[in-house]
């Protein structure tokens, strides 16, 4: 592609489309003799139509070329791109479009079309292998590893519908899905599971077909060879008899796979109530995975794993207890005792194991406890299809069974002629190893080998065409031709993959032309070194793609090629822009192909008129969607943009901005894109001074400068509102050469709404309006602001919403409530000093912005504060319903020295009718007046208490910041509040359903009591929560039974012994006090020891230790009770066994059964007893 044409191709100038045979001179006629700072505003070139929009294909991939482009026309092109056979299938590409710049650099992009797909072929070939060399009955899955190519060798083909398997009878669907085929490599698995009619007593032979199927047409077929194994006769032992029969696979299995053991019981009449036995392993063939892998559906197992060495066998000794004595499944022949798990050893050698497993019945038991059988061999089912006394175990490896092959570059364009590159495509291989499947999970890729595993590959008809080194084929400069199809054949040891064929195309033509063959010295013109400017000009390669077999086409490769310069120092070359340096005669080349440039001096070609735009927004494409392409090498698809010209459209808001494109027309009929490093400026006009502005260079490409909306510009509209000058800046007088209009509109709707709200990093206090308090109130140790930020937004009809909040055009005014807020110009809001609270109205309006002048937007903003406290005191320590109680004496307790205490809360009003709780503000303060009568308040936790020193009255004082207080009087009073009722609190101790005392000898325990006295007040912990009121002092303790529960003066309990028979009797008292009557009240308590590290404890854990339950009553006679036994083992030692005597009154009781409790976590447990 590229972008500085002339008015034709020839080779020669032209006046291009705007006459025929001489140059316009535009409106202004002639280069403007102004001064350079005068804004002239010269007439445009009267056409513009042929420099600039050129499209291309964004992609980087080195096809999908543009074809021949003819001169494309300002602000419209038309180009075809073919070739697409070269871009990887299912790739995105689209179609770009750029305004100015060179051929292949620079220029400013106007937009792309949306992606479009270069398609897939469907699959027209398969390669297959199969991977189940032989299908076992017990492993009945046939899986095939394939790779699909579509008609050119491509892997990424369409994917297929389904695939099929036909030749054999299938159990279920006879087909694959076909997501398993890799979207790269097309390779892919299909399994399907063969019918058991299929086996017969003998191995047999199966002529299998692989589908790729379209709908109901197969596209592709591979046809193979499949072995089916015979079917093993079932075995048995005896009806009848009594014995055990394991079964092992029929088939064999790969190291690390896993299979299944399973044993069977044969008891003839008996009922297989228990059973132990031991099963021996070749650790060389098997191992053992875990107990959790040994499982049974009748019997409850216990399990113990035994290593041998490296050369002798391993055994797992295996307790089973019937989990049902009493189902008929335990009884005959064939009775399912476990499966176990196993997996083949990752390092078993391939070939037969006859001795891989053995095993012992040690014991059969019946129901009543008889062993039936013991010490008996067991009998093997296996591939033998006999009974053996040992397993038989055959091992298979991973042995590679076939090769598949795929190219990376299935198809290549050879531009080292153009560039120097050379392209090359690797073959990969795949080796596919032996397996053998239940189902299909897992096989698909078990064992294979991918990525290049090929030891060698071979090439045939690569003559002239390309290399092959390894797997590798190039395509280079010792390429001479293209072909059809170069097959490559890939190799590992004795495998051999199916032929992969890659297509290469040749530039057997290559072709390359310039836009002019005369590059004229521009006068006036100069480089950015200040040296003399020559013309120009484009070059453009063009290449025939051929090869055998194929049908040639010609494309665009301009962008591609390495073209050079015979003579740099008379004509350089950038990118595919030819430019003259001095004069002279130099050759532009590229391969073989060149063409001749001459430089001149004189006669040189002076600017004529100058054409300059704003450039915004983005082309306009036809299609606007390019559809999926196909993969072949002749489809092609025609593109056209065209660009509105920017008088067209409005620039419609403020900052919007427009890049500015210059062209200058030549006395020869050539245009020049000027550039600023070449000397352009430009300036706006009177009417634009102040809309427009133009000094800032594009940040993403210094070749352009960019204008943009000034803040607060009007609209304005006109085909001269900026200027283009073209200045020769070395000359030291500043000589304008060429000079043009830029028309613009700037179209900038009024705004339609505005809205003013809270900042979200301020948010409001409290409710929907925002409330900020005063720094010196009270309310900021509430957490209320000081302060708040207005967001200020206007929306207008295109633009949509603009931030507006320090916009110096914002203008904040405080409509109601100023001597309550101060706003900033940037829409601080602040409060005013003073003590008035209320509610202040802030406007926001635009008055020095016209498009927002009839806009504006309100917010009110709340003043408040502190104004007011109230306090009361209550009960202390306190308890379920004290926090509504007022206290406002303070008495003695029971006829003791101390008095009550009492805990303050406080609550403060604001203006804005809301209230806080302030008890534990640390900004609350309580003062007392008499402090002989009441001590300086003191915090307990985070609120103030009370404290009764003397009788008497105290004025108490609450504060809350400077002028916020409230006093009271507290009285204190040698009266007594005394004891009314007592209540034993049940929850501290170790059980409370029975309440029970359970813990070693000698533990102790400090009960739990309230009180409750004559003035509706309580004590809810009498006993250790009233610190300044011993209990001793006013309350006596009592045991009935000393000797199992005794308790202090201060109500510590202490444990001695069990109860046995009855609960223990706590009392508490409180004695007669001023003429009150005395109070006590009972507790029952279960005393039960637990017992010490290393002690036995017997019976329940609560309540009475020999009882039924709820462990209230000891048994009578003829009632069955348990006694549980319980070890206390301390901190870090296992269990592992006891012996122990258990003595018992055997005239008063007998001993029924004894079974024992066995955690989750052992795996082996027993108990034997004798009842002496």
Known sequence: PGTLYPASSTGSTSTGTTSSGTTSTGTSGTTSTGTTGVFVCAGPCSAVDNDGLVLRLSTAATSGFAAPAAVPSLFNSTRSFAAFSGLTPGSTNSVAAKIGGSPCLGGLQLGATPGFSTLTLPAASVSAVLRTT????????????????????????????????????LSGTASCAPSSIDATTGVGFCDVVVAASEFGSTTASRSVTLSVMYGSTAAATAVLSASLARAVPAVSLP???????????NSPRLPTEQFSVAAFGYTGVKKLAFFQITLYFNQSVASYISDAQVTSTLYTLKLAMTAGSASTKAFVTVIGTASDNAVP??????????????????????????????????????????????????????????????????????????????ASVPEIFNVQPLSGSTTTSTVNARIVKRSICTTGSGCATAGDSSGNVASSCAASGASGVGSLSGCTFTVGAATTAGSQGVSVTATSGSLTAAPVTIRVWHPSVIAVSAGSSTLSRIAGGRTSSCGMLFQSTPLAVTATFTGS???????????????????????????????????????????????????????????????????????????????????????SVTVSASYVKNDQTSLTSEGASATIVA???LSDGSYLEVLPSMGLQVMPSNDFSTVLNSSTLLSTNTNYYRAFVMSNAGNAAGSCALEAKW?????????????????????????????????????????????ISRSTDPAVQLGRRTSTQLSVSVTFPIQGTVTFTNDPRTVYTVVSGANLVAVSTTGLVTPLGGSSFGAAVINVTFPSYSRAASVWASITI????????????SPFPSYTGSSSVVTSTLRKVHCTTAYQRASVSATVSLSDSTTADVSGNNYLSVASGST????????????????????????????????????AVITVTDTSATVSSLTWATSFWQSTSPVTFAATLGSTKTTVLSATFNDGTQFPDAISGVSWVPPASYLSFASDDSSRISISASGVATIGASSYRVPVTLTASAASCASSAPVSQTTQVYANLEPAVGDIDLGNQYGLPFSTSPYTSAPSVGQTFSVPMRINLGTGRKFTFTSFNLLYPSDWVKVHSIAYYLPTAYTAGQVNWCNN
């Open 134 to 169: 032989t299908v076992h009955p017990d492993y009945p899955v046939l899986s095939i590893a394939f790779v699909v190519r579509d008609v050119d060798g491509r892997t990424r083909v369409t994917r297929p519908d389904s695939l099929t398997v036909t030749g054999l009878t």
């Open 239 to 249: 009806s009848g008899s009594q014995g055990m029969l394991i079964s092992l696979p």
């Open 329 to 406: 499944q335990i009884v005959g022949d064939n009775v399912p005792m476990l499966t176990a798990k196993f997996t083949v050893a990752s390092g078993a050698v391939a070939g037969v194991t006859a001795n891989a497993f053995e095993a012992t019945i040690v014991s059969f038991t019946d129901v009543s406890n008889t062993n039936f059988v013991q010490v008996q061999a067991g009998r093997f089912a296996d591939s033998r299809g006999s009974l053996d006394l040992a397993g038989l175990m055959t091992v298979w490896t991973a042995d590679a069974v076939g090769l598949l092959s795929y």
């Open 549 to 635: 077999g194929l049908t040639g086409v010609t494309v665009d490769v301009t962008c591609l090629a390495t073209l050079t310069s015979s003579n740099p120092s008379i004509v350089s070359v950038s990118g595919a822009l030819a430019t003259g340096v001095a004069a002279g005669t130099a050759q532009v080349t590229v391969g073989s192909a060149a063409v001749s440039l001459t430089v001149v001096s004189s006669p040189t070609v002076s600017p004529v008129c100058m054409s300059a735009a704003l450039v915004h927004g983005s082309a306009i494409f036809s299609p606007s969607s390019v559809p999926n392409q196909a993969q072949s090498p002749t489809a």
């Open 663 to 665: 062209f200058a027309r």
């Open 727 to 771: 200045i020769d800046t070395c000359s030291g007088s500043n000589t304008l050469l060429a000079a043009g209009p830029i028309a613009a509109s700037v179209q900038l709707p009024s705004a339609s709404s505005a809205s003013v709200t809270i900042s979200s990093g301020t948010p409001c206090n409290t409710g929907a309006t925002c409330s």
């Open 862 to 873: 709340r003043v408040d504060g502190v104004t007011g406290i109230t306090w009361k005191a």
């Open 932 to 967: 002989s009568v009441v001590p300086a308040p003191t915090r307990v936790g985070s609120v103030y208490v009370l404290t009764g020193a003397s009788a008497g009255t105290s004025n108490m004082t609450f504060s809350f910041g400077t002028g916020i207080a409230a006093s």
